[in-house]
């Protein structure tokens, strides 16, 4: 029962991340304005960082970004799969650490 909640919760998890994936290529990387602009667009005030404290939020970020990838990569092998495995616990690690550096860029705002 539980296992059939989480694949169907999957879906939307795999929509969320796409989309912020692609604004991050086109927004951060590219810099090409697009409509994604707005979606979880969070302008954070690091100007008071140290540098170094600046250095390890943005690698985070990188981090964050790579996990998105992760993400997007794992949840399609999981659709043939019918029990829990390391899949779906990297899944929770890679999307609970989106969530995390997420609050903290909103507290940051």
Request: aromatic letters at 20%; a neutral charge.
């Amino acid at each position: 029962m539980f296992y059939k909640i989480w694949k169907t919760s999957l879906i939307f998890f795999f929509v969320l991340v796409c989309l912020h994936f692609l604004k991050d290529i086109t927004q951060d990387i590219l810099s090409v304005p697009t409509v994604l602009d707005n979606l979880g667009n969070i302008e954070e005030n690091i100007n008071y960082f140290p540098m170094w404290l600046t250095w390890l939020y943005h690698w985070a970020w990188v981090n964050a970004f790579f996990a998105e990838l992760a993400i997007i990569l794992l949840i399609p092998l999981k659709f043939k799969e019918t029990s829990f495995n390391k899949k779906d616990l990297l899944i929770v690690v890679c999307l609970s650490y989106i969530l995390v550096m997420t609050a903290i860029a909103y507290f940051l705002q």
